[in-house]
């Protein structure tokens, strides 16, 4: 089988590395992958994107799967533009993809499915019109968050203490506008407890659970500072039972997946909910609609069997082979560059020559994520440079594991969390 992957991070990375350990896959291209990337399978694609080079590639090549990674892929419309090719493409079309696209569609389709979430405003028109009518509308919240609506790069979503705070990020936003708010700005009431993230692969009203995860997404230890794409993660989350899956199956994944295919844009590929688990019960943060990075970092090195074959059955919409989650434990830890996550127009610093240990683990993998051949050598190339993720028997083992291997890979200015899983 040969397939193609679209993207160039550590989950891209990841995807190809996992797929290159099934007999069923032949050759991997990913377009545009990075530097970093490699492998006896793996080929990158070194070409501009857009649809007819798209098309012209997926014909020549004989690619039999389309794997997108990141949702922009998916919003420009490739499953779409698979369709036309009778490729198959694991994931949604460009009209279902606004289950993440757009947080305010998202907001009103969980109101309509009966998905429990936290109550909201859309203060879109009001903060057109100044300050005054918005900080009417932040009384009716105790803890707002704001969340712009639109794609922003993982960097939109704003926790705030009090409607002061609140405040003083909607102005600093209404003064220097950033990526998302096209499409809107919103606010709802902040939920507590303890955050998971639920991955399951869907083919219309089907599905099937492919793990737990809790991302970090707060750039400092103890979730301190702006939040980021993601600072490191760690899978499954000890608490999900066999119960709560089922639970969120029930109440979640199926409502969601009957509305969209009452409403003609069936959903397809890889529905990731972020959840919100505290006393007063769970509520659904955000659907997500593609693999998460790093979430996808720790799930995958724990699924056992053929993936290649498992995403190539669901993207031609046909029964959904059964993995198994094996009975052990992942962990992922981000080193980012100095200036990460750049909000608010701080740069981020790009150019350090990257030093590694390049060796196989039994039990561990370095993934690169924003990186770019030198001269000199790899160099840093985003704000997410790279990261490790170590597998073990046991969440502490491979804790530990994974902080006695971040040693071996340095830049300058790199900065991570160290607290990543333990905080359960």
């Given amino acids: 089988m040969k397939i193609l992957i679209l993207g160039s991070g550590g989950r891209e990375h990841a995807i190809a590395w996992r797929l290159s350990l099934d007999s069923s ?20 694609i070194d070409r501009p994107f857009d649809q007819e080079s798209f098309t012209s590639l997926v014909t020549k090549l004989g690619i039999d799967l389309v794997i997108p990674g ?23 079309g460009a009209q279902a993809s606004s289950l993440e696209k757009s947080k305010l569609f998202a907001k009103i389709l969980m109101q309509e499915a009966g998905v429990p979430t936290s109550p909201f405003r859309d203060l879109t028109a009001a903060l057109s019109r100044g300050m005054e009518e918005v900080n009417s509308l932040l009384k009716e919240f105790r803890k707002p968050v704001i969340k712009i609506s639109g794609p922003s790069l993982g960097k939109g979503v704003f926790v705030c203490d009090s409607v002061d705070d ?30 998971v993230s639920m991955f399951f692969a869907c083919t219309n009203e089907a599905f099937t659970y492919l793990g737990s995860a809790q991302d970090h997404k707060r750039v400092f230890d103890a979730d301190q500072g702006p939040n980021t794409g993601g600072m490191g993660a760690i899978a499954p989350v000890p608490w999900v039972s066999e119960e709560f899956i089922r639970d969120i199956g029930e109440r979640f994944v199926t409502p969601t997946l009957e509305l969209m295919v009452k409403r003609g844009t069936p959903f397809r590929g890889v529905l990731f909910l972020g959840l919100m688990v505290g006393p007063e019960g769970t509520n659904l943060l955000e659907y997500n609609i593609r693999f998460g990075d ?54 981020i610093e790009a150019g350090q020559l990257i030093t590694w240990r390049d060796s196989e683990y039994a039990s561990a993998k370095l993934f690169f994520a924003g990186v770019k051949r030198s001269k000199e050598g790899l160099v840093t190339n985003g704000g997410r440079v790279l990261g490790f993720t170590a597998w073990a028997p046991t969440a502490a083992e491979a804790i530990r594991n994974c902080y006695a291997l971040l040693p071996e890979c340095k830049f300058q200015g790199e900065h991570f969390r160290r607290d990543i899983g333990q905080n359960l």
Avoid at 74 to 88: I, N, T
Avoid at 166 to 192: F, H, I, T, W, Y
Wanted: aromatic content about 8%.
């Fill in 166 to 195: 609140a405040s003083e990020v909607l102005r600093k936003l209404a003064q220097a506008p950033q990526p998302g708010m096209e499409d809107g700005v919103l606010v709802e009431e902040a939920v507590c407890g303890k955050e």
């Fill in 294 to 347: 790093p979430e996808t970092q720790v799930i995958l090195p724990l699924l056992d069997g053929d993936f290649s074959d498992f995403l190539l059955c669901c993207a031609r919409q046909e029964a959904i082979p059964k993995l198994t989650i094996l009975p052990a434990a992942a962990v992922h830890v981000v080193k980012a560059a100095r200036g990460y996550p750049g909000v608010f127009g701080a740069p």
């Fill in 25 to 44: 896959s032949s050759r991997i291209f990913i377009w545009p992958g990075n530097d970093g990337m490699s492998g006896e399978k793996l080929e990158l």
């Fill in 70 to 92: 990141p949702e922009k892929f998916l919003y420009q419309g490739v499953v779409d533009w698979c369709l036309g090719l009778d490729v198959p493409c694991f994931g949604p």
